[in-house]
């Protein structure tokens, strides 16, 4: 068992010994964040591990909301016609974990059920996640991934900077800081507790470095199976911003904090392995660059859909501001071997093989992210879907490849005709993203105005 991952007995042991006196049971919504509930220690043994109906309810508008936690209308599954009601959630006792940065407190992943059919709900992202793996595996595949997470570390803490409008904050390094040890060294007070709580949870880390921007940091975890992925880039984003808060420092993972800066990626490493996960099915000793005819199959897919699918990977209006010529983020829907000016790179080898896509920000939501790779790559695989060659030189400025979306409206526009995301997501999951992309533009088109108007119209206009 990973280090800070708990067994049901342990945790029953734990809990009558007063080592563990509160649970979260949580489960991720449309956004990528933790909902759910604390519950007493005592609770949690005794009415959901040992009695009861083994889950809690929660209001099932949590499914159906914008980040101001505002119902949104135009959803099928949940609104007021409907009433609002109640869904069950339901402990994945595999995902138990202790949470080392709060006290006497452990955390457990929940699936979300009807509470009238008992059925899973199938627009929860966990569940949307899950249906594609098993699509995966009705095909003999297993599928794993990795995801880099980049994030903006400040002097300010979060109250501070919500007391500032966000304006005028104060990065925790005064240059750019890639690579940097005697910056990263200054950083360490923070870092170091992140690396460390991470791997008392259960969420692998391999290193830390500092990034490209000013404060820009980057903490790379250990690659699993999709599930396992999603789950652990939650609990590692949540935690994050806890750790940091109780040190009394802001972090973001916006994807363009400010224009004056690089943005910030979640670059999603992927491979194809056999059925059981033990061999990659990627590496061909004598095909054209290593690949094998499956992982070619898998890339096409990839790439054919990357403007459709790039909503998955780029949920709001801040994620288009991202993508910016020679800012190490992607313009071109283009792939190369190690070639960071890309939208998809090819790196590794033998095993670890993989191609990384460079589209999606650290602002995505993993399981929206991976289900939609996984949807994209078993396209391919089925259709036999031939990438383009392979590019070489400076993708920022070729002429001849197609482009990643530009705005949250073009992104939208391509998702809504999407047979690949439709057929492989089913009529109702597809609606219910599609209502959820449509309403974020929606948001910001009808109901904000900006800095940028203010500054430009308010006298001049």
Same mark, same amino acid.
């Not at 859909?305 to 209006?317: C, D, I, L, N, Q």
């Given at each position: 068992m990973e280090r800070g991952m708990l067994d049901q007995e342990t945790v029953e042991e734990q809990i009558r010994d007063d080592?563990?006196?509160?649970?979260?049971?949580?489960?991720?919504?449309?956004?990528?964040?933790?909902?759910?509930?604390?519950?007493?220690?005592?609770?949690?043994?005794?009415d959901v591990l040992q009695g009861g109906e083994g889950a809690i309810h929660a209001c099932n508008y949590l499914l159906a909301v914008d980040m101001e936690m505002e119902p949104i209308p135009g959803y099928a599954y949940a609104n007021w016609d409907t009433g609002y009601g109640d869904l069950a959630m339901r402990p994945d006792l595999s995902t138990m974990r202790a949470v080392p940065w709060l006290e006497k407190t452990a955390l457990v992943i929940c699936d979300v059920f009807d509470e009238e059919t008992g059925e899973p709900v199938e627009v929860a992202p966990r569940q949307i996640l899950k249906r594609q793996i098993e699509r995966a595996a009705a095909a003999?595949?297993?599928?794993?991934?990795?995801?880099?997470?980049?994030?903006?570390?400040?002097?300010?803490?979060?109250?501070?900077?919500?007391?500032?409008?966000?304006?005028?904050?104060?990065p925790h390094s005064d240059y750019i800081m890639d690579y940097h040890i005697l910056q990263t060294t200054k950083d360490e007070y923070v870092i170091r507790a992140i690396r460390n709580h991470m791997d008392n949870a259960g969420v692998p880390v391999e290193f830390s470095k500092g990034e490209f921007g000013k404060g820009q940091q980057e903490i790379n975890l250990r690659y699993a199976d999709a599930l396992t992925m999603a789950d652990r880039h939650t609990v590692y984003k949540n935690g994050v911003k806890e750790i940091a808060s109780g040190l009394g420092r802001a972090v973001t993972f916006m994807a363009k904090w400010t224009m004056a800066e690089a943005g910030?990626?979640?670059?999603?490493? =992927?491979?194809? +392995?056999? #059925?059981? *996960?033990?061999? =990659?099915?990627? +590496?061909? #000793?004598? *095909?054209?660059?290593?690949?094998?005819?499956?992982f070619r199959s898998y890339l096409g897919g990839l790439m054919s859909?990357?403007?459709?699918?790039?909503?998955?990977?780029?949920?709001?209006?801040n994620s288009f501001k991202r993508y910016q010529a020679g800012s190490w983020a992607p313009t071109a829907i283009a792939w190369g071997h190690d070639n960071r000016t890309c939208g998809f790179r090819l790196v590794g080898e033998h095993g670890g093989l993989r191609i990384e896509s460079r589209i999606p920000g650290a602002d995505a939501n993993p399981y929206y992210a991976f289900a939609a790779t996984i949807a994209a790559g078993l396209h391919g695989i089925e259709n036999g879907v031939e990438p383009p060659a392979m590019f070489h030189g400076n993708a920022y400025v070729a002429e001849d490849v197609p482009r990643v979306p530009t705005s949250l409206h073009e992104a939208v526009a391509?998702?809504?005709?999407?047979?690949?995301?439709?057929?492989?997501?089913?009529?109702?999951?597809?609606?219910h993203l599609l209502n959820t992309a449509r309403q974020e533009q929606i948001i910001f088109d009808n109901t904000t105005v900006t800095d940028w108007e203010l500054s430009r119209y308010f006298e001049r206009m």
């Open positions: 080592e563990i006196d509160t649970v979260l049971m949580v489960f991720p919504d449309q956004q990528g964040r933790f909902m759910g509930k604390r519950l007493t220690g005592r609770y949690f043994l005794e003999g595949y297993t599928v794993k991934c990795g995801s880099e997470l980049e994030f903006y570390l400040f002097k300010d803490s979060f109250e501070e900077a919500a007391g500032k409008g966000y304006r005028g904050l104060k910030s990626s979640c670059h999603l490493h =992927s491979s194809v +392995w056999n #059925e059981d *996960g033990s061999t =990659s099915l990627m +590496w061909d #000793e004598g *095909g054209e660059h290593h690949m094998s005819d499956l859909t990357a403007r459709e699918m790039a909503w998955m990977f780029a949920p709001s209006v391509e998702f809504e005709g999407s047979e690949v995301a439709r057929k492989a997501f089913g009529d109702a999951v597809f609606e």
